[in-house]
């Protein structure tokens, strides 16, 4: 997904991001259950993403398909990509399937955990790739075109026993609904999703210079507090570097330029 498209994307799950936090695995399958019924009619996609055709109109249409069906937060989020712009129409589905993914991981990751709860839905996800792809029966019995989705879904619970409702979620919408994929093709997407919300956790710091045992303990407690949760610190030195820090955490930078937020880091950092 590029360009337009990717706009989009971007701007919907900046959008979803304050509802995650109290979400529930609900969510995700009103959100997966809104992609299967689009993913079943083409000139439903086509309608819901022709430039041309005016928004209301869009929004109606959207309205009816979903209203009654899923939660009024799936509805909000599903009406807010109508309304967004579209290369092309499988662009829609492909970012309702993000944003479905992403709202399962965003349970698990609240879970009491954070990341150490990633990490294990990674390695749920990871594991039931390695499985499938050690056995060409396997593969062949999730390609079969002749056996149903409930089979499927059956299978894939007996090779991943112990997996966790969002690894087991997932791996259900890979084997059920791949979507032109192999479905270890997209549980590896998901692992990537995976990957890309736990650098949320992980804060990259670049200093001009290196830092004593008393100043990083003074930007861990100023950034835990910052970003209000317990974030892992990875530092680098660079002695070109203007105002002398930088921070990046998931897609938000933090540098000189951010004069407000980066003031009480440096104010932590003085000897």
Do not use: C
Request: proline residues 3%; glycine residues 8%.
């Amino acid at each position: 997904m590029a360009g337009v498209s990717s706009k989009s994307l971007a701007a919907a799950l900046e959008s979803l991001e304050p509802q995650l936090a109290l979400a529930t695995t609900a969510l995700a399958q009103d959100l997966f259950g809104i992609l299967e019924l689009l993913d079943s009619n083409a000139g439903l996609r086509r309608a819901l993403t022709d430039p041309t055709r005016a928004g209301a109109d869009k929004a109606v249409l959207a309205t009816k398909l979903v209203s009654g069906k899923v939660s009024a937060t799936a509805q909000t989020v599903f009406l807010d990509l109508v309304d967004a712009r579209w290369s092309s129409a499988r662009d829609l589905g492909d970012a309702l399937e993000v944003l479905a993914a992403t709202s399962a991981i965003a349970v698990a990751e609240g879970q009491g955990g954070g990341p150490a709860n990633l990490d294990k839905l990674e390695e749920e996800l990871f594991g039931f790739i390695r499985v499938v792809e050690s056995s060409h029966e396997l593969q062949r019995a999730f390609d079969d075109a002749q056996a149903t989705d409930a089979a499927k879904a059956t299978l894939a619970r007996q090779l991943a026993p112990g997996a966790g409702d969002v690894a087991a979620l997932l791996i259900r919408q890979a084997v059920t609904a791949p979507r032109g994929l192999k479905p270890t093709a997209l549980v590896q997407r998901f692992v990537e999703l995976v990957a890309k919300r736990q650098q949320r956790w992980i804060a990259y710091v670049s200093v001009t210079r290196e830092l004593t045992t008393e100043q990083l303990r003074r930007l861990q407690a100023g950034l835990n507090n910052l970003y209000g949760r317990e974030l892992k610190i990875n530092v680098t030195i660079d002695p070109t570097l203007v105002g002398g820090i930088k921070v990046v955490v998931g897609a938000e930078v933090v540098d000189a330029t951010a004069a407000t937020r980066v003031a009480e880091l440096r104010r932590r950092l003085a000897v």
